[in-house]
């Protein structure tokens, strides 16, 4: 038995050694993080290998997860995989009204740039056991996380999903990481989906019309792109206002009066409690009681010295470090944020995009700070610090996901913006957790003539945080040893003059904490707002950094403003931003937000649009320019929607008209992806959709009102109206007079009525019509524009206009149809219908003209037809044809050639017919 065991033993464990070792694919933000975190992970003996992508890298190491031994591939993406678009014709801005834009269909796709990436994963997923996200631990990193989650699952549903969770890319900080491996944040992503959908919709909806709106009415001055964005017009509208507030602002006269005592050489000013009056007789009389003559003598009423500090900073958030780059530094706050990420990835500083301004209790603040203690600059304050034991001075906010930031590698071989950048976090981090500056402040308050004045002093006792923090300044301010009770002569006393100043304009600093306090955008989306609107145009940077608004930008703020529209407010977005903390928190559901926050846009749409000529206006003016007469829309521009696609089920089939302007028909606007589409122009002569919803198909569904080309089309559906409303979907007999096969149309197959329109088919995405059916000559078609119906320009409409299934039609070139009665205008055989809709003529049979549109327009009850005619013979056929014209007769006449029985043109049959299809056989 022993044997027996030590047996399974060695056997179990020899299998274990031999069996293939798991296989785990990680997947980081960018390619220096996964770089760094490999590194890490590996302890340097990570092994590169090229990806599809030349800027993404793989790097293969072993490592222990859930205690066992992996193969770890890892790889990286470039920001978002995925990003949201509209589908088929929506795309274009001249094949759809933007109003439509609020409900078009919208998808998620993998954008060109980012294919080799994504095939990379694809590769590599089809090899592993699971998936490791290492993206930021932000909102935007969770929906990035679940993009590649995506993509993954599409090769390899059953893979195995985590999450790893991280704050800082450090040795510890990363194995912690992947010994604590947590699930995706499905909630966080989803605000994501919906914020990325409905500025999608929103600002496609808005830039449309604006963008065609104000390039009509101002040809030759507005030729750029008009764009809007829920985020960038009210970040502008703040830079507007304050504009405006300066434009307008009246400058006035003020007086105030201004008292000096110099004692020694040192001069003691002295502050009016008044402090300015703008009525200089009033300001006169009170001048002419203080300055006497001889002179009063002021007496000193109260003399209060009190302990002063100089308050440190908190921690650092992403908003402080983007107003502190702004301020100190003069980089932009897109350039200060590039320059963190990059710090961040490279290990130098903790992740640069947290609303945190608190240390927890957890993180090592000393050991931080002696990493800082052998820099030249700023090692010995760290030293100091060190002696006095770290003690941060904490905000209150915290997003429970990032410590605030902080260095983490101590480094002196940065130069540039990024060495100042490390810098400014260094130092900053450094005077947080050191001590507040301390002095002593004396405020002396004394009377004359009835009239208070005061004035302040400061002595510095300790400059503490000042000696690292650079970009603080707090100086002292002597002040004579004044007594309570005493009294003394002023040096002098004056009545100086002066003017209101208009409020300066913003800087970037200033405009980020007032989308921070408006809830614009976020921490890490705020320097992406103000660079978009500097590129736009709409705003610009002018000297010391102040921010000014451009002529357009100006026009579209009042144009909003003049149609009560609150589009340039903070209102509408700080909105959004609590709905979407809503998702994150489970309060909300996606879903829900979405409609609510469309329907809100969808309103403002409306007032834009019916209001536009007011837009023109302000625009105008600013431009000094007169709005020209807007054309109207045309029906190119409008996609009337009819119902939902019976191909793909996701978007909607709409009434389309022929590049020619001849003819219409029905596609899906998903194409390329669906390529349905039902051919309408050899009947119908005028089309449109109704306002009237199905009652059967429900509201999805719209009728059609039609007005065909022939009489006999109406007796078909046994109307007795110019015009027929229906639903093509539920109306049967209308199907069928059209050729139209809904069950061919779900399969992706062509389908072909009794006309020469091919039915039911995909728009075909070359220039060549390639849906004919076996026997048609397909390479002798010509091109055709993608926007035009695939009809051959060289095969002309059959002269059968009616559909040979459903109606029980006879053929006038079928010698079974037992019908040769000729047309008394062109001499053509009539073709012999019969009635099928239920009404008083159900069953009723009638013969037309089948010349291509019935010139003709004849019409014949068959009752009203002799029996003679009725039953003559048709005339003789060509020997070996199933139709045409016949050869020649016993009247001698020379033989005719012989014609095809379905288009009736000369040299083939109607087995070799490009028009020929097995159902009309």
Known sequence: MVKILTFLRKSLKLVAENAPRMKYLNVAEKNDAAKTIAGHLSRGNSRRREGLSVYNKIYEFDAVVHGQNVTMVMTSVSGHLLTHDFTGSYRSWKMCNPSQLFDAPVTKMCPEDSMKIRQTLEREVRYCTALIIWTDCDREGENIGFEIVEVCRNVKNNIRVYRAKFSEITPQAVRRALDNLVQPDERQSQAVDVRSELDLRIGAAFTRFQTMRLQSVFQGVIESLVSYGSCQIPTLGFVVQRYKEAENFVPQKFWKLRLTHTVDELTVEFTWGRNRLFDRKCCEAIFLLVKRDPPLLATVQSVVQKPKSKWRPQPMDTIELEKLGSRKLKISAKQTMQIAEKLYQQGYISYPRTETNMFSKEINLRSLVERQAEHPAWGEFARRVMDWGPNPRNGRKSDQAHPPIHPIKFTTGLSGNEQRVYELIVRHFLACVSRDATGSETVVNIEIG??????????????????????????????????????????????????????????????????????????????????????????????????????????????????????????????????????????????????????????????????????????????????????????????????????????????KRKASGNGVYLSCMNFPQCKAVIWLDDFVKEASVSSEHCRTCGPDSKKLVLK?????????????????????????????????????????????????????????????????????????????????????????????????????????????????????????????????????????????????????????????????????PPPPRASGTRGGAGGGGASGRPRAKRKCAICRLEGHTRNNCPQHHPSNS
């Open 708 to 872: 065909f080309k022939q009489m006999a089309s109406m007796m078909f559906l046994n109307c007795d109206s110019t015009e027929y409303t229906s639903c093509l979907l539920c109306d049967a007999p209308l199907r069928d007079l059209l050729g139209v096969n809904l069950d061919t149309l779900r399969q992706g197959e062509g389908s072909q009525g009794g006309n020469s329109s091919v039915r039911n088919r995909d728009v075909p995405s070359s220039g060549y019509s390639t849906d004919r059916s076996t026997g048609s000559s397909r390479n002798n078609i010509p091109p055709r524009s993608n926007n035009a119906p695939p009809r051959s320009n060289n095969v002309p409409p059959r002269n059968n206009n009616y559909p040979s299934s459903g109606y029980g039609s006879q053929r006038t070139n079928n010698p079974s149809s037992g019908s040769s009665t000729s047309c008394p205008k062109c001499s053509q055989p009539l073709k012999k219908l019969t009635v099928k809709k239920s009404g008083p003529n159900h069953g009723r049979e009638f013969y037309v003209c089948p010349t291509p549109d019935n010139p003709c327009k004849t019409f014949i009850w068959a009752e009203d037809i002799t029996q003679n005619d009725r039953d003559s």
């Open 450 to 655: 009835g009239e208070e004045f005061s004035a302040s002093g400061l002595v510095i006792f300790e400059r503490n945080y000042l000696d690292v923090y650079i970009y603080d300044r707090w100086n002292g301010k002597e002040i004579h040893p004044y007594e309570m009770g005493t009294s003394f002569e002023p040096t002098t006393i004056e009545m100086p003059e002066g003017t209101t100043t208009a409020p300066q304009m913003l800087t970037e600093a200033d405009l980020i904490a007032l989308m921070e306090k408006h809830s614009i955008g976020t921490d890490a989306t705020h320097a992406e707002h103000i660079n978009t609107i500097k590129e736009r145009g709409y705003i610009g940077v002018v000297d010391n950094g102040f921010l000014v608004p451009g002529t357009l930008g100006m026009g579209l703020v009042e144009g909003y403003d003049a149609m009560s529209l609150s589009l340039a407010q903070p209102k509408l977005r700080a909105g959004l931003e609590a709905d979407l903390k809503a998702i994150c928190d489970g309060v909300k559901q996606p879903d829900a937000v979405l409609r609510e926050q469309i329907e809100i846009y969808r309103e403002a749409f409306r007032v834009i649009t019916e209001r536009a000529q007011i837009l023109d206006e302000k625009v105008g003016l600013r431009f000094n320019s007169t709005p020209q007469q807007a054309p109207q829309i045309t029906e190119t521009q409008t996609l009337e929607e009819v119902f939902r696609c019976p191909r793909c089920g996701t978007s909607k089939m709409a009434l």
